[in-house]
């Protein structure tokens, strides 16, 4: 059995991979390797900075005019209403009087009966 566990012979070039690999790992020393460094702050894309910007913008916007509306409502004086909620009983106004027609006269374009 091979080490995958199904019982079937490494292919030529499968074992020729490993063998390769195998060597280079076994050849690297450490004066190979780079020194060890801190992780250093990773530079953040523009378009990530630009969304932050605008989206902190916005808030801040919102914000004020949320205050500005709400000290603004708060010393204004209330709307008077359209008409006055009960009757004014004020002097009534005087009602003219009917028209009667005269009747010393006829007037020239009526026919007379």
Do not use: I, K
């Amino acid at each position: 059995m091979n080490e995958s566990g199904t019982g079937t012979a490494q292919a030529p070039v499968e074992e020729r991979l490993r063998a390769a690999l195998a060597a280079r790992a076994h050849s690297v020393r450490p004066a190979d390797l780079r020194p060890l460094r801190p992780p250093r702050a990773m530079v953040r894309p523009r378009r990530v900075l630009l969304r932050r910007t605008v989206v902190g913008a916005l808030a801040l916007a919102a914000v004020a005019a949320l205050v500005f509306f709400t000290v603004r409502a708060g010393h204004s004086r209330p709307t008077e209403p359209a008409r006055p909620p009960h009757p004014t009983t004020g002097t009534p106004t005087p009602v003219p009087s009917p028209v009667r027609p005269s009747t010393a006269e006829p007037s020239p374009s009526a026919p007379h009966p």
